[in-house]
């Protein structure tokens, strides 16, 4: 299996910016829990520090109820605020081995890499998981260069620690995806999606069709 069974193997992250009219973050959120969503990570760039913290509680709450762990992008004031189960960190972002510090042992903290050695660098600063990228290309990043695989496998054999891939993964070409991962013999933890699960109008029958193509 390519994309294995994990916590992480359908990763939402979200995006308010590409949601549907009249359709609010939570209740899309709560469609693609549902739909099987097996983690969430919250992302909110633009936002006021009231109003991330309000909606971290909001989503938090929510997860909590599902039983699905929530992850705050970057900002470890939130995550403590609400109780969330961890972060996840850009390499411009606070220091893994400061936020590990600053959060204890228990909290998932995931940090992006596009290396072997940020990789590296991050299991030894106390990663729990890489999010390693971008695979394809994005609407809610600039791409700098696309993943190769043969990169993706230097990451898999040096630092052993769970892979989340992002970046343009959608229904559309996550068949393609796991046969270059089946190919080049890379297993990876799971696969993050923002824009191709809330931008549609029924991330419920989304999730569900990506869960069916996750497990072929």
């Not at 892979?163 to 190919?183: A, D, R």
């Amino acid at each position: 299996m390519p994309i294995l069974n994990t916590p992480y193997q359908l990763y939402l992250v979200t995006d308010t910016s590409c949601l549907p009219k009249h359709t609010t973050l939570i209740d899309a959120v709560e469609q693609a829990i549902l739909g099987g969503v097996s983690m969430v990570q919250l992302r909110e760039k633009t936002a006021t520090t009231q109003s991330f913290y309000e909606q971290a509680l909001a989503i938090k709450n929510l997860c909590q109820a599902k039983n699905i762990p929530l992850l705050i992008n970057d900002r470890l004031d939130i995550a403590l605020a609400v109780g969330a189960d961890g972060v996840h960190l850009g390499q411009s972002d606070m220091p893994c081995h400061v936020a590990r510090r600053i959060l204890g042992a228990d909290k998932i903290i995931g940090v992006s890499v596009k290396n072997a050695s940020e990789a590296k660098q991050a299991k030894t600063q106390g990663a729990n998981y890489l999010g390693v990228g971008a695979v394809f290309e994005t609407t809610t990043k600039s791409l700098t260069k696309p993943l190769k695989m043969e990169t993706l496998a230097q990451i898999v054999h040096e630092v052993d620690l769970p892979i989340v891939l992002i970046g343009g993964i959608n229904e559309t070409n996550l068949s393609m995806l796991q046969h270059q991962l089946k190919t080049h013999q890379i297993s990876v933890a799971g696969v993050a999606m923002a824009s191709a699960i809330l931008a549609k109008s029924n991330p419920f029958a989304t999730c569900q069709q990506l869960k069916q193509l996750l497990a072929l």
